[in-house]
């Protein structure tokens, strides 16, 4: 008979059956704050709330470099410029947590805001003209789907295809000329609202918690995240990876195509080009957010986080007076630190490279 004291090691997954050692503290059984230092334990919105000390790192810095950036005023003209890119970002987000990447964002954004105002302009009808631009959107965003998971095509590739192709037609069809003007409501959506803030600001609030709610809360949001993480897996496991991928870059369209109806309504009219400089924000702010460029990893709580950072410090370098080419600089300083912080920790659980 072997000695009571001889561990004995399970053959499954290399797993001890030994009693566990009494000696080790629990997480489980320890105070709130050392579960949250547990990262077995933490809960999944620890994670998605990362960059958020970074977030009040850079308004307590700001705050005590600029004036008024703490303003009431400041802060909800911050939160209604930002709101373009958070409503488009809603939609990269779930492009970028299945690996891909849609590059044809701002273009869909001209697009779906130049349809909005075509039919409010031509038919006076409003609520049609808000559908118009979000339904364009789709369509777009469901033909760039088909190729990515029907043919196969590298989605870079697909999209940037279709960021020429959107905006060469949506420049032929409107012959390089702006919609304008759209109808006083319109304009008024990004102006008034309860308690002084805009109701595009409210609807972008509203939008992040269902689609919070939709990627964590739904079967749907599940099958997005296992498609990112192993398309072989989740095919595996029963799941339609054609149709889920197709699914996702049509939602992205949607929401691209409803951001540029706000942003019609910002601009009181529509322009084939006017979502295109938004591009690299959009995706930044996902970025920034900590979702990961390779799939399987991210939230709409960190996309919101990343969507606030970028606005805090835009308006604050704006406050200090910096030219567009140095903000430029500086936000592209942020992505790419933000970007290597996600790659550090991918090798040090790799291990060092061999060869």
Do not use: C
């Amino acid at each position: 008979m072997p000695p009571e004291n001889i561990n004995v090691e399970s053959p499954v997954a290399g797993l001890s059956t030994a009693p566990p050692d009494p000696t080790v503290p629990d997480p489980a059984r320890r105070g709130p704050l050392a579960r949250l230092r547990a990262p077995a334990h933490r809960p999944a919105w620890v994670a998605d709330l990362s960059m958020l000390p970074a977030l009040v790192l850079l308004i307590a810095v700001l705050s005590l470099i600029t004036d008024g950036l703490l303003s009431q005023s400041n802060i909800i003209n911050i939160f209604s410029q930002s709101t373009v890119i958070a409503i488009a970002a809603i939609g990269a987000t779930y492009v970028i947590i299945t690996g891909g990447i849609d590059l044809s964002t701002g273009s869909v954004i001209g697009a779906g805001g130049m349809a909005g105002a075509w039919v409010m302009i031509h038919t006076g009808n409003v609520a049609l003209g808000v559908v118009a631009g979000p339904a364009a959107g789709a369509v777009m965003g469901t033909l760039v789907g088909l190729v990515v998971a029907r043919l196969k095509v590298v989605p870079f590739a697909v999209t940037l295809a279709a960021l020429y192709v959107v905006s060469g037609a949506a420049t032929l069809l409107s012959h390089g000329n702006t919609l304008a003007p759209v109808p006083m409501g319109v304009i008024q959506f990004s102006i008034d609202g309860p308690g002084g803030v805009p109701y595009a600001v409210w609807l972008t609030v509203v939008l992040y918690v269902l689609a919070q709610i939709a990627l964590t809360r739904t079967a749907w949001g599940r099958r997005v995240t296992l498609v990112g993480a192993n398309t072989e897996v989740a095919r595996i496991s029963g799941v339609n990876v054609t149709r889920t991928t197709i699914s996702v870059y049509a939602i992205a369209g949607l929401f691209s195509g409803l951001a540029g109806v706000v942003l019609t309504s910002q601009l009181a009219g529509a322009g084939a080009s006017m979502g295109s400089p938004l591009l690299l924000n959009i995706v930044g702010a996902v970025v920034l957010g900590g979702t990961s460029l390779t799939g399987g990893r991210g939230s709409l709580l960190r996309t919101a986080v990343g969507v606030l950072f970028l606005g805090f410090l835009s308006n604050g370098m704006s406050l200090l007076g910096l030219q567009d080419f140095d903000q430029q600089m500086v936000t592209g300083a942020f992505i790419f630190l933000a970007a290597a912080a996600q790659v550090v920790p991918l090798r040090r659980r790799r291990g060092p490279e061999r060869g």
